[in-house]
Structures are given as C-alpha cells and as structure tokens.
C-alpha cells in the first residue's frame, strides 16, 4: 500500500522502513531535508514540501502523520487544503483522545477519515513490531489494516471502534503502567529500608522468573540495577508526560474510583518538591496544638 | 473523693490543681521532691514513696496514672504489690487500648479495676476542663465518673463502655485528626502553588468564621500564620506520634477501608526523606524503557 | 448603598433582606413576580424586566448576580446591552474560578468590572451573615466592600485579589471541606466495626467539647446522630456537587500532590456503586494464578 | 540428597515429584497413608509416622516442611525432640518473616539451621519449575542450594541473607502484586465506564504483546476474559490472604510512604461491603449543612 508519511523523527524514520520491510510504498515528507534524504536512501520517495506529498499520492491518499502532538494541529491544518474527500488521515502520535475525536469531526466535514492510533513499544517496536490501539471509522480501518498488520508485533494491534478509541486505550495503557511502576518502585523501597540486605539486580531477576510479578517493567528494573546496583548516582525525581494525569481526569469526569493510578500520579508530583507547604502547615499545627518542635530551616 | 495521682509531670500538675479546685483531695506522687512540693503548696498532700502513697489512701483506693506510655507497666509493677480487692486504677495516657486491655486483665486477677482515659486538651485542658474517653468496668465507672466530670470541660467525657474502649476512642480521635490536618495542609499548598496572591493568616480567619470547615485546628492555623505569615521559617516535615499508625493498623485489622486515615500518615512518612529509593526505581524505569533522562546527582 | 439584585431564590431573598437590614437599598429582579412581591413587601424596589432593572439604577450600577451557576452567562448576556462604562457586575454563585476569569475579561473590554465572589454559610448565612471571598479589580472592591462588610459574619470576608481568587478560594475550601467530612466518616466506621458499642451521638459531642478536632462538622455529626442513632434508615451513597472535583484538577494541573483530598472525592465516586469492574479483575485475577474461589452472582 | 519432605498437599506432592525428577532422594511424610502411597509410588520412601521419618534420615538431616503457615509450629514442636545439632529445617510455606525469626532462633537453641523459603509459581511451579526466596544462615544455605536450584525454574531462586529475608522478599513480592493487579483492574473499569465498547480480551492481548505493561498478570487478564468476556458471571469481591497486609505493616513500621500498596489493599477491603457506615456520615453530613437529599433505605 501506498503511505503518505509525514515526520521522520525517530519514529517516523524507523516506521518508514518498518513499512518498506513489508513492501508498502513510502512517500515520506520532513522539513529537515538530511531525514528526507534517509528515508530515500532506504528507497523511499520522498519531499521537503507537504504540499508536493499530498498531491503526488494516490487517490484515495492515506496519510500517516508521526509528530509531536503540540504540532498535529498545524500540520493538519497544512494538508486540509489538498485533501479530497475519501483520503484518510492516520494520526499516531500522544494525543489526548477528545482532540482526536475533535480532529475527526474537523475532517469528516471535507469528507476525509480521521483515524486516531496510540502507539506503543518505543524506537525499537517502532522498526520491528510496534504495539497499536486504533479508532476511528470501521470502512476507513478496512482499508489500512495491513499497514497496521505488518508494521505490528505479533497480536499487537487493535481496532477499538468509535473515533477516539485509539488513543483512549492509549491513555488507559499508560494509567496502568503508572500503577505497576508505583508498585515496584514501592516493593523496592520497603526492601531498602527493611533490616535486609538484598541484591537488588538478582531480586528482579528472580522475580522476573516464575513469579506473579514477571513483566516487562521487572526486566528493566533488572536492568536498571545492572548499571547500578543501589540508584546511587540518580535522584528520585519522577517527571511525567501526561497520559496518567490524563487517565485520572477522565476517570473523574466518569465518577470511577481509581485510587492506585491517582496515588501513582501524586507521588510523581510530591518527588518534583523537596520540601511542601502542605508539611510546613502540619508542622506549625502540631507545633500549636501539641507543643510538638517544629524543625527550623 | 479522695484520689492517689502518680506522676506530677506538666499534665499531672495541672489535673491535681484542677481535682483541688472541685473539692477534691489529692494525694501526690512523684520521684522528684519539688513536684510533690509544689502539690503541696496547692494543698495536697504528697509523697515520693510509692508504697507510702497506696498505703495512705483510703479503701477502696482511687489511683489516677498520669506518666508517660513507656512507664506504665513498671508503675502498675511498683503499686500492685500494695492493691487490695476493689481497688481502682485509672491510666490516663496514651496507651494502646491492647495493652490497656491487658493491664485490665492482669489487674482483675487481684480483684482491682483497671479504667483507661484517654485525655485529650492538652495542659491548659487538665487545668481548667480536660476532654475524657474512658473505658473499664461500669461499677467502677459509677464511683470515679465525679471525679471526671468536675475536672473535664463542659459535655467533654464519654464512659465508652468495655475495657480498652476509651483509649480506642482517643486513637481513633487522633486518626481523624491526622486526615483534618491532612486536608487543611493540602488545601494551602494548593493556594500556595497557584497563581492568587494569599493572606494566609486572613484565609484562615475568614475560613473559621461562618464557614463549613470552621474548627479548632483552623484556629491554630490562623495563630500559625500569625507568627509566620510564609511558614518561612519551618521545614515541611512532619514527625508523628504513633495514635494515627495505631488507628490504620487497627483498621486493617477490621478489614475497614480509611484511605484518608491511610494517606493522612503515610504523607507524613514522605515528609521525612528528601529523597526516596522509590523515585529512584521510577525513575529508572522511566529512563530504560522511554528513554527519559533522569536527574544525576 | 444601592444594589440591582438579580435572583430572588433562597438564597437572594435572603441576602436581600440580609442587606436592607442594613440600610442598603435594594432593587431587585427575578422572572417569578411573587418572589419580586416578597422583596417589594421588606422594602426593596423590584421588577420582572430585567432591562428595567438595570436602568433604574443610579450610575455607576452595582450590579448582584445570585442565580445558579449555569444560569449566569445567559444572565449576562440579558444586561451587557444595558451595561455603562464603570458599572459593577457581583457574581457570588458556585462558579468555576476559570469561567470567572473569562468573564471578568468579557466584561473588562466594555469597560464593566466583574467581581466574583464565592459565598460561604447557606440561607442561614445569606440572612443573618454569610461568608465571602472575592476577587476582582482593587477599585471596584474599594467601591463594593461595604456590602460584603454589612451583610457578612464579622471576620466573615476577604478581598483575594486577581480575578477568579474568590472562587479560587472558595473552590479549595470544599476541597478541605471533603477531607475533613471523609476523616470523620472513617472515624466512625472503624469504631463501628470495632469490639465496642458506642453512643455516637454522645462520641461526637464529647469530640466537640475541648478535643482537637472540633469543628462546625462534628457538631453536624452530633445532629446528624441526635435524629438517627446508628444512620440505619440511610444509604452511604455520597454524592458531590464539583467542588472538589475541580480542586484535585487544579491541583494537578499545578502539579501538587492532594492525596487526602483526592482519596476523599474518589471514595465517593467508589460509593456510587455496589459493585464495581474492578472488583471482578482483580477477583478474577486470583482466581487465574492462584485458583482462589471468586464469588458467583 | 536426601530430603525429608513433610506436608504432601498439592504443592508437597508436586515438589517431591520434581525433587526426584532431580535425582534427590525423597523420604516423605503425610498423615494422609494415601498421599504417601502417592509418593512412594513415585520412587520416595515414605511414612506416617513423624518420628520415624526424622530418625531413618541420614545426618546431618534436611527436612523440608511444606504445610499450612497455621500448623508449621506444631510440625516443629513433634520434629524437635528428633532433631539434632546440624540438622537443617526449611519452612516453605508462606509464614511472616517475624514468625520466621523466632523459629529461626528457637532452633538455633538446639543447634539446628532454619531456613524460611518463600515459594511463588504455583503448583505447576512446585512441579516443574518454582520460584524462591530464601533466607537463614550461609552455612546451611550451601549445603541446600543444589535441591532449590534444581527444583527452581531457570534463574528463578534468591538466597537473601539473614533468617527472615526471605519470606521477607516473598511478603514485599505479593505487595508489589497487589499493586499491579489494582492498576490493571483500574484501568478496565475506566474502560468499562467509558463511551467505547471495547474487546477486553483483545485488549488484554495486544496490552500483552509489545506494549510497556506486558505481564503474566496481562497473560491472566486475557484468559479471564477468555472466559467470560465482560465477567458477567462474577462478583467484584475482593478477598486477600494477608500479605500485602503484612507488607502495609511492615511498611508502616519503617515508616515507608507506600500509598499504591495501601491504597490496592484498602480497596479489597472497601469491596467486601456493599455499604459503609463512613458513607453513611458522610451523606447525613452533606443533608445537615446543605440541604442535600441523602437516600433513604
């Protein structure tokens, strides 16, 4: 099949050639004309000029946008002049799912299919397997399955229905890890503080071995303690990207109780601060109340 | 009525001055020969022998134990030897209600009725109307309840019923406290983080004078605010006591679910490391599998 | 001072006599001419035009919105026609600090000054002395305050400054007000599952007079025991009306860890439901790896 | 070597079929004359009487106990009067590492080695592969090596150190469990409760097959919907069988913030009632100040 694909990023270089693997046809498109050149070294076709892909695709185009999401709207914006109706649009970036279900709605106006695609599994799934939560509509997913199919890992893609669906999956996907990675970083911790004196790099390897535990996530953490054994050299900050603050959300918005993905999501926000407000009011409270000393900086 | 008082600490002062006031004869003891003076001087008399103590007091004897938790079971050791059958024994700190279900226990053995207090109001409380949880046998509680009710503030004691069910009611009071505490410490960190320019000590003033979360502790914090209007001074961090931990742990033995309760201390907990091993698992995770930079040290 | 005020429900009549017992006069509107009778009866001015309303009143206009909140924009929308250069729009509903500041900007282009205000204390309060925070331009506070000042609980306002800081403020008050109710709740549900029978009503009296943690709320838990002992005729169904829901979404938009908080708002979400997705993962879950029994409907 | 094996449940049974596998020596003790026809069917010896299985064993001697964590201490008690200096007992079942401690230093008074072995992996680990943690003195702990390495899955076995670690690591695994199960159970209800209509056992699939979360408890999600695609037939009850409770406390202990553990635990409690009394306060609470409408059984 023929793939009109725009943002060759570290993703998008690595999904190109994913694609040309499986004998799809990469026309790709980048401002940075060094990527452009990548991509057709590899055999692809390829522009500087989003105007020059749009219009040197078959019709119906399918387009496969592969950028930051802060820059999805614009680029939409870029190739709605040249779009007809029956192109499809694949959007497989971070994007919050109501901007995807809003971004269909923009394009189904002109007639064109917005298919919303949450991507999982990194540079790496990205050029031998990625991992795909798909929405959008059911006549456009016909079509572009297989480029989803053979670009996926093994069972490594879905079709979730309604336009939003994708990266609603996505969203939830990314709560979830939030939780497990609490949860070990928890189990960990109890262990350090513990009387013990544990390995930590062979703890998570024995429980990445025939225990209830054993994940992906307890790999890395073996990994991580391989090069370096006690985290002496990192601090604990947890930064975070958006999906689990998303998940919260809309988990409020849905009046469901999700405690372990808020908890999970809070201690990421308390690890940013090494003193709080919160602490220096209790403090100064027990201090009133119960003449409890209160430590002066 | 007259009533033996072993331990003349700040609380133990102060509660004899308040029994003398309502009529009551106090007869004191303490290892340190000025306390006992000052006893004296207010018009008790008073001791530094323990068995002198017991052996003064008319029976059936009222003993009142105002000393710190760890010192109990060696006071009740000290005195036992000299109780008689229809001896009372009241214990008015902080215990564990366990424990204080078990001294009851033990002393039932001999035929003495042991009662637990929980006290709460602090020193100017056992001066001038303590606030009372008490616990222990209701024959018991038919002969010391006017000792109580002259020396606690106006509605302020409960007969909780059973052994142990006074200082129940004292943990559990803590409990609460600790996610009050909580609440009202979130609550002006989330004003401090914001974009608003607050009076902090004004905030408080306003929030205790026809608001719903008009109380005690948001006087203190008006007064807190009051002395430092930033809490610039103070470091967030927020040592505890041991009623609050008693409270989860109870809880989860009751299978309860008190997720305030639970955060209220474990909140508490954070607050005393700067860093933590967790943040550094997560941290890590998040470095091995998205490659996301983590901060060295 | 004179005052158009615009909503004559319980809350407005209340606030309207509120204010002509304080010699402000009153001009008040609303669509239903008996409740513009009642006010006519105390004293005010009234009117069902609201057109009239607004131009009846001496220039610059002090204008008080106190309709429900997602009533005020179309509210809004009826006066701007009417409204002059120098005007003062109040509005003292439950609205979102954001849409505050929208319309404090939407006005500000025609030159008109929005004040929001957050009111605190109930009917009760609108009649007798509420409590206020507000926010809005400092010279329109200067010209306003003495209508706060007059009709409020005495220390019972504050000026927070900027746009959207009186709902601002108001909003994170209910957020305290959750965790505060939730620490309470929990309380009690441990001494319920606990060995001992308790007078709860007679606990939370106690708990009121001289303890740490009395407040306006355990006053309304003695209430609430006084008519009901043992809750049995209601339901633990907790509802919630935004508040802090928008509290735990500010705070993670700032980023500010709110655990008591968020806990409490969850665990009324989690009451919602007497059984829950969840609960059968996780049940299904141990019954995959660990063969334990799951419970059949 | 030989290997005294008493307890020939499902998971004796399994380990002594794997032992043999192995080529180790089983001498095999149940009070069940069946189950140790079972094993001596299998190529063991075997006995129903205690007391001959620990005299016909060679010395020093190596019992392994696999039984209930109720009856260990009465299996040491009949044990011991046969036990002498040298001999080492591994306790396999899944005891509190305190637990562990004490029994290490009870025998240890006689001379004898206690070795605490957490096991994971199930019977179908016992019998071809388990998973272990283990602690007690290094002495002992090279004399039995070979029997857990050869009846441990590849890489799946942990000495820890000191008497205790490992049913101590064993404690903190099911900790780190409980999180993820909740997070995973998190995640399908925010799906559930949403406006997709999703495939759970598809999603489970592809969340297991490229994705950041993949896991054997994914693995477990997906045959449990397998089975019952929306687990209709189910209860969302979740029972616990004490350690992440012991985990908590442990937690709580050294004053660890474990909020994802805490929270996973409290919200099995919360699933075993249909109503709460903290519910209950809370609803009465919202009628008294605002008016709101509880629910009335």
Known sequence: MQVGLIGLGKMGLNLGKNLMDHKHQVVAYDLNPQAVDEMKANGAEGTTKIKELVQSLDKPRVLWIMVPHP?????????????????????????????????????????????????????????????????????????????????????????????????????????????MMAAIGEGFEVLEKSEFDYDYEHVARVWNNGSVIRSWLMELTENAFAKDAKLDEIKGIMHSSGEAKWTLETALDLETATPVIAMSLLMRYRSLDTDTFNGKVVAALRNEFGGHAVEKK
Chains 1, 2, 3, 4 share one sequence.
């Open 71 to 179: 820059v999805v709207d614009s680029v939409i914006s870029e190739i709605t002049p040249y779009l007809e109706k029956g192109d499809i649009v694949i959007e497989a970036g971070n994007s919050h799912y109501k901007e995807s279900i809003r971004r269909y709605n923009q394009l189904k106006e002109i007639g064109v299919s917005f298919m919303d695609a949450g991507t999982s599994g990194g540079m790496e799934g990205a050029r031998n397997g990625a991992n795909y939560m798909i929405g959008g509509d059911p006549e456009a997913w016909e079509v572009v399955e297989p480029i989803f199919h053979d670009t996926a890992v093994k069972n490594g893609y879905i079709y979730g229905g309604k336009p939003g669906s994708g990266h609603f999956l996505k969203m939830v996907h990314n709560g979830i890890e939030y939780g």
